[in-house]
């Protein structure tokens, strides 16, 4: 079974930076594409990013253009997301997620990580 | 980017009743949308891709339909374990956008 673990996040002030992990296992990471979608407190999901399967193509929800970088490492299984400049807006529950189909809709999730952006 | 508007936001039910829940996009994406399931404290779970095209391992009951800029999902007899938050989702284009979601609750 799909395995994805978030690591890194916490409390970061604002203008602050953060990266997180997805550490991927039970599948060949190299082959797939991924995302990061979010989820504030009480509200619904957004979206973050996506990166293809080689790192080649990357896309951005507008909010994080410019702050937000996605990347992988296929030789450790393992998806980032650096966090620049994060306002307080950027406080969610942040999850990875298996693409399933050509970037497409989403397999598996991991269980998220919390960053809160506060003084 | 597409605008994703579910209906209603709040759905009370009871167990064994059949429910609808609306899904409307701001543009036509032909059959390219999803729909999760998330319960408290966890992560989204797939149920429906491809507007209608169930997940492997999930029930029977629930099911998608619609194209275009109209879509639905039902569940056509409502579990204890289906009481949850339902997004749908629309991969047409970048930005990826959810719906709302719509949460069912014991009646």
């Known amino acids: 079974q799909v395995q994805l673990v978030e690591s890194g996040g916490g409390v970061v002030q604002p203008g602050g930076s953060l990266r997180l992990s997805c550490a991927a296992s039970r599948f060949n990471f190299s082959d797939y594409a991924m995302h990061w979608v979010r989820q504030a407190p009480g509200k619904g999901l957004e979206w973050v990013a996506f990166?293809?399967?080689?790192?080649?193509?990357?896309y951005y929800v507008d909010s994080v253009k410019g702050r937000f970088t996605i990347s992988r490492d296929n030789s450790k299984n393992t998806l980032y997301l650096q966090m620049n400049s994060v306002r307080p807006e950027d406080t969610a529950v942040y999850y990875c997620?298996?693409?399933?189909?050509?970037?497409?809709?989403?397999?598996?999730w991991g269980q998220g990580t919390l960053v809160t952006v506060s003084s | 980017a597409i605008w994703v508007t579910q209906s209603p936001s709040l759905l009370s039910a009871s167990t064994g009743d059949r429910v609808t829940i609306s899904c409307r996009v701001s543009?036509?994406?032909?059959?390219?949308l999803a729909w999760y399931q998330q319960k408290p404290g966890k992560a989204p779970e797939l149920l429906i891709y491809?507007?209608?095209t169930l997940q492997g391992g999930v029930p029977s009951r629930f099911s998608g339909s619609g194209s275009g800029t109209v879509f639905t999902l039902t569940i056509s007899y409502l579990q204890s374990e289906d009481f949850a938050t339902y997004y749908c989702?629309?991969?047409?284009?970048?930005?990826?956008?959810f719906g709302g979601g719509t949460k069912v609750e014991i009646k």
């Open positions: 491809a507007a209608s």
């Open positions: 990166i293809g399967y080689n790192g080649n193509n990357k």
């Open positions: 989702q629309q991969y047409f284009s970048f930005p990826h956008t």
């Open positions: 997620a298996q693409d399933g189909y050509s970037g497409r809709w989403y397999g598996p």
């Open positions: 543009q036509g994406i032909s059959s390219y």
